[in-house]
Structure formats: structure tokens, C-alpha cells
Nanobody
Framework: VQLQASGGGLVQAGGSLRLSCAAS????????MGWFRQAPGKEREFVAG????????YYTDSVKGRFTISRDNDKNTVYLQMNSLKPEDTAVYYC?????????????????WGRGTLVTVSS
């Protein structure tokens, strides 16, 4: 599976962005998908995950109520809708695919990674 993230950019605090992650390969629908981010000078962290059918989602506490992960298996794409953005959301955002059965926040359990897309939130 090859992944390509897009949709990053510069936005003011309180604004919104939608990230997309397009996947190649016919098995996209069998993967758990996740979004991670890495802020300057910090380690990469889990942001959100979604099961293969989109039925279950999971978020890190800092984005709950503001971010929404979704997927369209017909389009081989996973999305991250980000609302009420804060300066601390500034980071490079990565999408990843895991063959695990359930959502995992552990980076080592993701098999495929896309190149990141930069999100910058100005105050």
C-alpha cells in the first residue's frame, strides 16, 4: 500500500483544514488507518484512528471534539477534518495503515506510512 497525504497549509487559529490520504492498492479497505503528527522538536504522536469499515474511531484526548477521522473505501481515501485549530496543532501530519484488526496508537504496529503534510496554525 502506498499512501499520499495532502491538504496541509497555513491557517489561523480557530480555522479548519481537511487532510486527505489517498492509498493505492486494492486492499485498502482491509487496513486500520491512522493519523499521526510530529511537531517541531517533539516525537511523533498518534492523533486518530479508524477501523477498516469506518465503524469505530479513536482520538487522542487533545483533539477530541475538534477532529474527525473518516474514510471512503470506494475512493481508497482516509480523511482528517480538523476544526477549531490551535497553534499547538502545528505539525507535520502523517497517515499510516495497519494490518492489525483493531485501532492501535503504537507507531510500530503500522505497516505503511505516507509522506507527511505540514499544517501550520498561526495565533
Amino acid at each position: 500500500v502506498q499512501l499520499q497525504a495532502s491538504g496541509g497549509g497555513l491557517v489561523q487559529a480557530g480555522g479548519s483544514l481537511r487532510l486527505s490520504c489517498a492509498a493505492s492498492g486494492r486492499t485498502f479497505s482491509s487496513y486500520v488507518m491512522g493519523w499521526f503528527r510530529q511537531a517541531p522538536g517533539k516525537e511523533r504522536e498518534f492523533v486518530a484512528g479508524i477501523t477498516w469499515d469506518g465503524g469505530i474511531t479513536y482520538y487522542t484526548d487533545s483533539v477530541k471534539g475538534r477532529f474527525t477521522i473518516s474514510r471512503d473505501n470506494d475512493k481508497n481515501t482516509v480523511y482528517l477534518q480538523m476544526n477549531s485549530l490551535k497553534p499547538e496543532d502545528t505539525a507535520v501530519y502523517y497517515c499510516a495503515a495497519s494490518s492489525r484488526r483493531w485501532i492501535t496508537a503504537f507507531q510500530g504496529e503500522y505497516d505503511f506510512w505516507g509522506r507527511g503534510t505540514l499544517v501550520t496554525v498561526s495565533s
